[in-house]
């Protein structure tokens, strides 16, 4: 029957295509510069992505049918279109490969990744979690722990998973914490701090879409600016951190975690818990070898070198030095920051250079703190590079369906559709609601971003009045926010599965008991977040807002509780 299936789904799709093709090639120019059918190719890239959960395919497809979009309408019944179709497809992909800052965030991405490996395969990580875990003295505090290691493994959502959650499994157990209470703490904090992170996996991702959209829409800001500024509306990954430590603290649950949690407490000793029998599929990931002397200092000093580099770049490109002159103390005001990476010029190469600076000292480090062998170094290297292919692929494919979407003007057929309709207020929160919905469906944030940045932001652009206002802002956190929001309610998201593996929980309880808690910190980001930034109130006041909701939310459900328990 899942072959049936399959093959059904299949047929349809290739059906949807082709008859799509068919309608809008042979629909006649209207002499306006931008047309009904530049909406496809996006639109091809959402229903693939949400039908097939393959992000390359539907990314690719959707490139080519732009491609075929630029050539064959109005002359569909002839061959030379439809190959020159393909050829401009291909050169879709190519003009994405000839540019320099794309070629700089490849590399940017591949370094990282490979320094990722090399700390992983040293025990670095491994290091600084074995250090804080002698502070896990009690069942809050073993909590704690753990939503304090997920934020400090800020460097990637995967490293994140697999080293918090398999290190405080034994921790958590020990002070009967359930694993579904685990998973969700890891699964909490490792994508929203990943995203957050002004140096992760996750920013030559983010920084490499930005920085595409800034050039199209000619916003005089680079992609590294955009991102800054987008941090003050990230208001879901905010809110979901502090909700975590709302939940630690308060020592309260409800919904099916409270089940969960009731059901570990009540475990005697010896008692197994419900475990992930795939952790299996993830073993290629764990590369510590035996030999290898665990200590914090072999991941903390490449760490480091990683930020001094990035942020001296970034002060000396974006002229701090004559903020200097003119104020001693400019280097310690988070304004004179915000001014010096706006100004920087060159933040995309910075990057890039503090990337390769932070693998020189982690291969250095594993060297000769955690005494790996070269030859060591040399697979954990090759491994990292290996892990790279997924991103980058999706990142040109990405960048590939933007050069498809500016081809045909999608943006502008967008602006004039919907911006007489859709008011600049609700449009962010739109975006929002779009972008968990299909990384929800797809499984996968990343693949959401790549296909909405490209077409969401003009249009919230265009809503602005053509100029980078605050609803452009409010919206380039929407989009990174709703695809994490998303992401953590979906049972097919790569980072909820690793969560629940190296959580030793069983992944459907794990969404189960997560989803809940996803979905009351998704409605405070739309009512304390979004809605009021687009009115113009401060992101502080949501996040105040949002914190106060929660104290107020779990003091009535202990007094509810209480209340039970007297009569």
Not at 281 to 308: C, D
Not at 377 to 406: H, M, Q
Not at 534 to 558: E, M, Q
Request: aromatic residues 10%; contains cysteine; proline residues 4%.
């Amino acid at each position: 029957m899942a072959k049936l299936s399959r093959r059904r789904t299949a047929v349809g799709l290739g059906l949807y295509v082709a008859i799509a093709l068919l309608a809008y090639s042979t629909s006649p120019a209207t002499g306006s510069s931008v047309a009904w059918f530049s909406i496809i190719p996006p639109l091809t890239a959402i229903v693939l992505a949400l039908v097939f959960q393959k992000i390359h395919l539907s990314l690719f497809l959707a490139v080519m049918v732009g491609g075929l979009l630029t050539t064959v309408p109005g002359q569909a019944f002839g061959l030379t279109p439809w190959i020159d179709g393909c050829v401009q497809g291909g050169q879709f992909i190519i003009a994405t490969l000839g540019d320099v800052t794309n070629l700089l965030i490849i590399l940017f991405v591949v370094l990282v990744l490979g320094m990722i490996s090399v700390l992983m395969a040293s025990g670095g990580l491994k290091g600084i979690i074995i250090w804080l875990e002698r502070y896990a003295i009690s069942a809050r505090t073993s909590q704690l722990m753990t939503a304090i290691m997920g934020l400090l493994v800020f460097i990637d959502d995967y490293a994140n998973t697999m080293l918090v959650g398999s290190a405080m499994r034994p921790v958590t157990d020990r002070f009967k914490i359930s694993r579904e209470k685990l998973a969700f703490l890891v699964d909490a904090t490792s994508a929203p701090i990943a995203g957050l992170a002004i140096i992760s996996t996750w920013i030559g991702y983010e920084v490499g879409l930005f920085n595409e959209v800034a050039k199209s829409l000619a916003i005089p800001k680079d992609g590294y600016a955009l991102f800054f500024d987008a941090l003050n509306y990230r208001f879901y990954c905010l809110m979901m951190i502090i909700f975590v430590f709302v939940t630690i603290v308060s020592g309260i649950d409800f919904g099916p975690m409270a089940i969960a949690e009731r059901r570990a407490r009540e475990r005697k000793d010896g008692d197994e818990e419900q475990t992930s029998s795939s952790e299996e599929l993830f073993k290629p990931f764990q590369t510590i070898t035996p030999q290898t002397r665990t200590r914090a200092m072999t991941a903390i000093l490449p760490i480091i070198v990683l930020f001094v580099v990035l942020l001296g770049g970034m002060w000396v490109d974006g002229e701090g030095l004559v903020l200097l002159e003119q104020n001693a103390l400019a280097i310690f005001q988070p304004a004179a920051w915000r001014t010096v990476f706006s100004a920087s010029e060159n933040s995309i190469l910075i990057l890039s250079i503090a990337a390769a600076a932070g693998l020189v000292c982690a291969c250095c480090a594993a060297a000769f703190i955690a005494q790996l062998s070269a030859g060591h170094i040399v697979r954990a290297l090759l491994a990292g590079f290996r892990n790279s292919v997924l991103p980058v692929s999706i990142l040109i494919l990405a960048w590939s369906l933007k050069e498809s979407c500016d081809a045909l003007k999608t943006g502008e057929f967008l602006a004039l559709a919907v911006g007489s309709v859709v008011s600049p207020f609700w449009m962010p929160l739109i975006i929002f609601v779009v972008a968990g919905m299909t990384s929800f469906a797809s499984g996968t944030s990343w693949g959401t971003m790549a296909i909405l940045i490209p077409t969401a932001i003009p249009l919230a652009f265009a809503l602005d009045g053509h100029v980078y206002g605050l609803t452009t802002m409010i919206s380039l956190g929407a989009v990174l926010d709703g695809a994490i929001f998303g992401d953590h309610c979906s049972p097919i998201s790569d980072t909820t599965i690793m969560s629940s593996i190296f959580s030793g929980c069983d992944h459907i309880q794990h969404v189960r008991t997560q989803l809940p808690y996803s979905l009351l910190v998704g409605v405070c980001a739309l009512v304390f977040g979004y809605l009021p930034a687009a009115l113009g109130w401060p992101s502080l006041f949501g996040l105040l807002i949002s914190l106060s909701f929660f104290v107020l939310l779990f003091v009535k459900i202990s007094f509810s509780r209480r209340s039970k328990h007297a009569e």
